[in-house]
């Protein structure tokens, strides 16, 4: 039954205020945005209003012709160097930045020359106090200054471009802590005290100040940062730390140039050259020539017919199918029907095989007239 009871007061129980700073825009908490949100579409009658989610590498777009205002509540501005880049162009082509947070990154501090100061004790963790703000400009300022019931951060801007920055604020020590810096063609707004535009102030009564210093915002199309907020969840990989910081950014591709330059040079082959073999050599007409040398040598021109002939009846047999060819009439007809060749061509070169066959003894003369004939059937012939 204690159990059960306990389950019970805990269920009904009022929740615990969470008084942590979240900046978010649909956050209802005391340290949220939703107010502000709410109180952005008043202050731009007619002018859409729009929540971007994306870094600024991403959202902004310096090359879009409408112009537009850019705000970020935060507790930390801390933009990477990309990020900056893009928001400086987009700037400078006449748009409008207001930030407002109670620290900021030193790469954004040192691109425009500002510094930052604060008091050595957190004042926003007291529990009495009052703060005081100011606005220096005539037609908005209040001689007795904006009261607060609750202390905040106590930051404020100790140095900065005096050619090109107007002060626009104090707090009730004196200390700048809202200034407006000219950046080429347009303007960017940089304010100390992101608690003044939280749901916990501004439902306090102090909206005035809040809207009296985004006032000086042109109407227009207005954009209000979501992305620089202190509880976004974000990538923590190392990979993006080392992208981040230059020196170990320089690193990273100097290893990565080194890595294809071994690739490069390591990737030929480490083993003996591969000896050219040439092809081999087309023996045929040196072994012909040779044959014919021996031949010529011994003067065998009996057994070099023989051989010829041999050859002739080889070839007949194995193109026209004719075997047992003589010279006989019937036989001559035969062999030029198929081969194409003349009968008289034919007869002479059947009747002079013939001749060298039965001869004792074959010349020179008989041996070259009986390749003669042969050359010349071998032409004519299909």
Same mark, same amino acid.
């Given at each position: 039954?204690?159990?059960?009871?306990?389950?019970?007061?805990?269920?009904?129980?009022?929740?615990?205020?969470?008084?942590?700073?979240?900046?978010?825009?649909?956050?209802?908490?005391?340290?949220?945005?939703?107010?502000?949100?709410?109180?952005?579409?008043?202050?731009?009658?007619?002018?859409?209003?729009?929540?971007?989610?994306?870094?600024?590498?991403?959202?902004?777009?310096?090359?879009?012709?409408?112009?537009?205002?850019?705000?970020?509540?935060?507790?930390?501005?801390?933009?990477?160097?990309?990020?900056?880049?893009?928001?400086?162009?987009?700037?400078?082509?006449?748009?409008?930045?207001?930030?407002?947070?109670?620290?900021?990154?030193?790469?954004?501090?040192?691109?425009?020359?500002?510094?930052?100061?604060?008091?050595? !004790?957190? &004042?926003?963790?007291? $529990?009495?106090?009052?703060?005081? @703000?100011? *606005? =220096?400009?005539?037609? +908005?300022?209040?001689?007795?200054?904006?009261?607060?019931?609750?202390?905040?951060?106590?930051?404020?801007?100790?140095?900065?471009?005096?050619?090109?920055?107007?002060?626009?604020?104090?707090?009730?020590?004196?200390?700048?802590?809202?200034?407006?810096?000219?950046?080429?063609?347009?303007?960017?707004?940089?304010?100390?005290?992101?608690?003044?535009?939280?749901?916990?102030?501004?439902?306090?009564?102090?909206?005035?100040?809040?809207?009296?210093?985004?006032?000086?915002?042109?109407?227009?199309?207005?954009?209000?940062?979501?992305?620089?907020?202190?509880?976004?969840?974000?990538?923590?990989?190392?990979?993006?730390? !080392?992208? &981040?910081?230059?020196? $170990?950014?320089?690193?990273?591709? @100097?290893? *990565? =140039?080194?890595?294809? +330059?071994?690739?490069?040079?390591?990737?030929?082959?480490?083993?003996?050259?591969?000896?050219?073999?040439?092809?081999?050599?087309?023996?045929?007409?040196?072994?012909?020539?040779?044959?014919?040398?021996?031949?010529?040598?011994?003067?065998?021109?009996?057994?070099?017919?023989?051989?010829?002939?041999?050859?002739?009846?080889?070839?007949?047999?194995?193109?026209?199918?004719?075997?047992?060819?003589?010279?006989?009439?019937?036989?001559?007809?035969?062999?030029?029907?198929?081969?194409?060749?003349?009968?008289?061509?034919?007869?002479?070169?059947?009747?002079?095989?013939?001749?060298?066959?039965?001869?004792?003894?074959?010349?020179?003369?008989?041996?070259?007239?009986?390749?003669?004939?042969?050359?010349?059937?071998?032409?004519?012939?299909?």
């Amino acid at each position: 039954m204690l159990f059960m009871a306990l389950i019970g007061i805990s269920h009904y129980a009022p929740k615990p205020i969470d008084w942590s700073e979240t900046y978010d825009i649909a956050g209802k908490s005391p340290y949220g945005c939703y107010i502000l949100n709410k109180m952005l579409v008043p202050l731009f009658p007619g002018e859409t209003v729009l929540n971007s989610y994306d870094c600024f590498y991403v959202a902004l777009d310096s090359n879009r012709v409408e112009q537009e205002n850019l705000i970020a509540i935060t507790s930390n501005f801390n933009p990477d160097q990309f990020e900056l880049d893009a928001l400086l162009k987009f700037v400078a082509k006449g748009n409008d930045f207001f930030v407002s947070s109670s620290s900021f990154g030193n790469s954004f501090l040192n691109r425009l020359k500002i510094k930052v100061a604060s008091s050595l !004790i957190d &004042t926003s963790l007291l $529990l009495t106090g009052k703060e005081k @703000l100011f *606005l =220096l400009n005539p037609e +908005l300022r209040n001689d007795s200054g904006y009261q607060y019931d609750k202390k905040m951060a106590s930051v404020w801007i100790s140095a900065f471009d005096t050619l090109n920055t107007e002060k626009m604020g104090t707090n009730q020590t004196g200390n700048v802590n809202f200034i407006c810096m000219k950046y080429g063609m347009g303007n960017i707004y940089l304010h100390t005290i992101p608690q003044v535009f939280t749901n916990y102030h501004l439902l306090q009564g102090n909206e005035e100040y809040a809207a009296k210093a985004l006032s000086y915002l042109p109407i227009r199309k207005t954009v209000l940062d979501h992305y620089h907020k202190p509880y976004r969840v974000i990538n923590q990989s190392p990979m993006r730390y !080392i992208l &981040t910081q230059p020196p $170990l950014q320089s690193a990273y591709y @100097l290893l *990565l =140039l080194t890595l294809l +330059l071994y690739l490069v040079f390591e990737s030929k082959r480490r083993q003996r050259v591969m000896p050219v073999l040439k092809p081999l050599e087309n023996q045929s007409l040196r072994f012909v020539k040779t044959i014919g040398a021996l031949y010529f040598k011994q003067r065998n021109n009996t057994d070099l017919t023989q051989k010829m002939t041999l050859y002739f009846r080889e070839f007949l047999r194995g193109r026209y199918y004719l075997v047992n060819v003589s010279s006989s009439p019937d036989c001559v007809e035969l062999v030029s029907v198929k081969s194409g060749v003349s009968i008289d061509l034919v007869q002479s070169l059947l009747r002079h095989i013939d001749y060298c066959q039965t001869v004792t003894k074959v010349t020179d003369s008989d041996l070259i007239e009986l390749n003669r004939k042969m050359e010349l059937f071998n032409k004519h012939c299909f």
